[in-house]
């Protein structure tokens, strides 16, 4: 290959190396955030998954150790808050809890939700609020 | 420098002997293939035997016990040699890694490589005991695989990363492969899903593996692989993990 060639693909490859270092940089940077702000407040962000479907929103987090009698549910109308104490003997984990606040991708209905915990998973399942005119079709 | 050379395959102590069978359980989904292997690994008191390094790795080292360990771990015993992580492998090391390890396996004459992972499964919380789906390089291996304990084909469908890269090396290399999956979350640690491909396992291989202890901590082993499952999500996005929830396109 010419010399010019090799180094103008020589650049893009490291162009591509740079951004790949510069994406690890930042998810890094998420998780000792992430991290230090659990260290700081003994709190415990669950993880979870949110899914949108055309009539519900559902959100699942994955909650060992709690109970279902001590997991404090509040919905809002584009929001879902979860608060549990989290009751596992692990390394510091004495007196932690799980706290979870998320911004819904649509609105919903709070008088519509419904919960169950099992096994260790929370499920969560509202319907979305619809607001707005029915239009006939012509 | 070939792909094949950035990997290197360390063995401290001899890893040989017939018919050897090589268990991965590299993370992925519901960090099945992990705590199975790990599990197997303790219960059957295997011995570290090798390590695994990589100019693709980042810089770390694991401490346990104020001893230093490799990320990448070969533990041996009798004919059982199993792999874990960890840490999820990088995507820049999957093809590489694949191809070194399947090259290691088929110099040491292995009889069998199987890797374990979960099959992505949206309903899992409605499901008491995880169905396990096989997969072999060959027929022959499947059928056999299928007609141990009731397992489920895998018929359709993609198989994302390295687990995914070592059925094809293997099958482009002659070794004789297979996958084991069990129904599990995709992005929860399910110690369930890896109870059943325990059970599974342990039957294949005619050694007894009492998966109880390992039900009873799951809730404790659920909350202490949180940070490894997020570092495994994260790794699985950018490999296209979620390819597994689709079917292959068919046009006729």
Sequence with gaps: MEEWRRNIWRRILEEFRRVEAEISRMEDEFFRLMREAEERSGCITPLYNVYESGDEVRLTADLPGASKEEIGLIAGEDYLRIEAPCRSPLRGGEGRRYVLHVRLPAKIDPQSVKARYKEGVLEVVARKKITGYRIRIE | MSEAEEISIVEVEPIQGRDLIFIEGFPDV?????????????????????????????????????????????????????????????????????????????????????????????????????????????????????????????????????????????????????????????????PGAAGQVVSYLSKFLGIEIDVKPLLESAEELRLRLRDLMMRTDQVMRGIQKSKELELPPVYL
């Design chain 2, 30 to 190: 519901g960090l099945v293939g992990a705590i199975a292997t790990s599990y197997i690994v303790d219960r059957l008191e295997m011995r570290e035997a090798g390590y695994i390094d990589a100019e693709l790795l980042p810089p770390l080292i694991s401490v346990r016990n104020e001893q230093i360990k490799e990320l990448i771990r070969i533990y041996y015993r009798d004919r059982i040699v199993a792999i874990v992580s960890d840490i999820p492998i990088p995507p820049p090391m999957i093809r590489p890694l694949s191809q070194s390890l399947v090259n290691w396996i088929k110099r040491k004459n292995g009889k069998l490589l199987i890797s374990v992972s979960g099959i992505p499964e949206p309903n899992r919380l409605d499901i008491e005991k995880p169905e396990i789906y096989v997969l072999g390089s060959r027929p022959e291996i499947t059928e056999m695989l299928v007609r141990l304990n009731g397992a489920n084909r895998f018929k359709d469908g993609f198989i994302a990363g390295i687990k995914g890269m070592l059925l094809r090396d293997a099958v482009r290399a002659g070794l004789d492969a297979a996958i084991i999956l069990a129904q599990a979350h995709y992005n929860y640690p399910d």
